[in-house]
């Protein structure tokens, strides 16, 4: 049984770590809302861009870009998208395993992986896979001209014919109570952008067609790397939310079960020296 | 009948950057700089790095744009650009040394992507700082 002095030092402990839990919570809240906010404000742009471009692709036919060809999978790579500091549930696990099932899954093709995230990189660095590259700290002030220049190396290397398609596993935000772990492929791009508008009217184009849409798809692939960085970062602060909120929870819990455990070993250890002091009297008498 | 006012929405990956009502928007079109006036043809045109001027009534506003694509409608213009700033909040130190970068790396790089986007951020830099320079002289 343990003794009084243990039980309030261990109280103690967790009361701390309860504080801690609760100021991260709060952090957490306040990084998720300006992260959501981001997101919202890439809407209008993605809007836009995704009507540009189906508009085009619709009256390009059989638009031949590099980004867009098609061929056999030789050499798969994935990006892993991770975050760079723990303390947020299963947001990191879950990611790591998604990607170790589909290297699984690609076996003799599977290429490499990108890394993105402290988190991924120590824990890939401990795995048999080949890191192409790592990248860390990226979500911190997340700007669009890294995560463009990130997308732009990797469209290089699949111009290239390094890779031969690369997909990219990352946390989506769906809710601050739901994150979703999904892989997507990156390149090369799929050609559903073909859905016809029902408001399309009779563009001029400058320069032609053809030659627009090879300068938009890269913009196209920039920009989605861009939005899978959002989500991922929306996503990790949600899910430490989530986290540090059951932490604190069970802390509080565990306070309670802890301090009655304590009142019953004080009122055990004086009803035992009552017990002693008037059997002594007794004794005596 | 024409429409008297161009509705103008500047958009960055990151932000609207503007939502406002024009009588004219000259934009750095490939092809060359070009203003749209209420009752354009539609077109989609790519735009290089460069200056973008707004007249409205009364007052010119200038950016600079770091290259993209624009709609335009009749009565609408939608300019996507990888970035967009007005010529008063243009860092022109900052400018200067990505200016000096970018020409040091061009002049030792074989042509591949890395001298593309040399290229590119020579461009930018170059559109902001004589954005910047035209708005100081008024």
């Known amino acids: ?285 | 009948m024409l429409p008297d006012k161009i509705t103008l929405e500047v958009l960055t990956p990151d932000r609207r950057v503007l939502s406002a009502e024009a009588d004219e928007v000259v934009m750095p079109g490939v092809g060359g700089s070009f203003g749209v006036r209420p009752g354009h043809h539609p077109m989609i045109v790519a735009l290089e790095a460069g200056q973008m001027i707004v007249r409205g009534s009364g007052h010119d506003e200038t950016f600079a744009v770091g290259g993209g694509f624009a709609e335009v409608l009749r009565e609408r213009v939608s300019v996507l650009a990888s970035t967009c700033e007005r010529a008063d909040d243009i860092d022109v130190i900052r400018a200067q040394r990505a200016l000096e970068r970018a020409t040091k790396r061009l002049r030792g790089l074989a042509p591949g992507i890395d001298r593309e986007r040399a290229g590119h951020a020579l461009h930018c830099a170059r559109a902001r700082l004589w954005v910047a320079r035209r708005s100081s002289e008024g």
């Open chain 1, 1 to 285: 049984m343990a003794n009084l002095r243990d039980l309030r030092r261990r109280i103690r402990s967790v009361r701390s770590t309860g504080q801690i839990t609760r100021a991260m919570k709060m952090v957490s809240a306040a990084r998720l809302r300006r992260a959501q906010d981001a997101i919202l404000a890439a809407r209008p742009y993605a809007r836009k861009l995704q009507e540009i471009l189906s508009n085009l692709a619709a009256g390009v036919e059989g638009g031949q870009h590099p980004l867009l060809s098609e061929r056999e999978p030789r050499s798969v790579e994935l990006v892993v998208v991770t975050a760079d500091r723990g303390w947020c549930g299963s947001f990191n696990s879950n990611v790591f395993r998604r990607g170790m099932e589909f290297a699984r899954d690609q076996g003799e093709r599977f290429a490499g992986l990108h890394v993105i995230g402290r988190k991924g990189r120590d824990y890939f660095r401990r795995r048999p896979h080949t890191r192409l590259s790592e990248h860390t700290d990226v979500f911190r002030g997340l700007d669009y001209a890294r995560a463009s220049a990130m997308a732009d190396d990797l469209a290089q290397r699949f111009i290239e014919k390094k890779a031969d398609s690369i997909y990219v596993v990352y946390n989506e935000f769906k809710s601050v109570a739901r994150q979703n772990v999904c892989i997507e492929r990156m390149m090369p791009i799929e050609r559903n952008l073909e859905e016809k508008q029902a408001y399309s009217p009779q563009y001029l184009y400058e320069p032609e067609p053809e030659k627009l849409f090879v300068r938009l798809l890269p913009l196209h692939v920039q920009f989605q790397f861009f939005r899978v960085l959002l989500e991922s970062a929306a996503a990790e602060h949600a899910a430490r939310m989530a986290a540090m909120d059951a932490a604190t929870n069970n802390a509080s819990e565990m306070i309670d079960n802890l301090t009655l455990h304590l009142n019953r070993v004080r009122q055990a250890s004086i009803t035992r020296e009552l017990i002693e002091v008037v059997s002594g009297a007794q004794a005596l008498a």
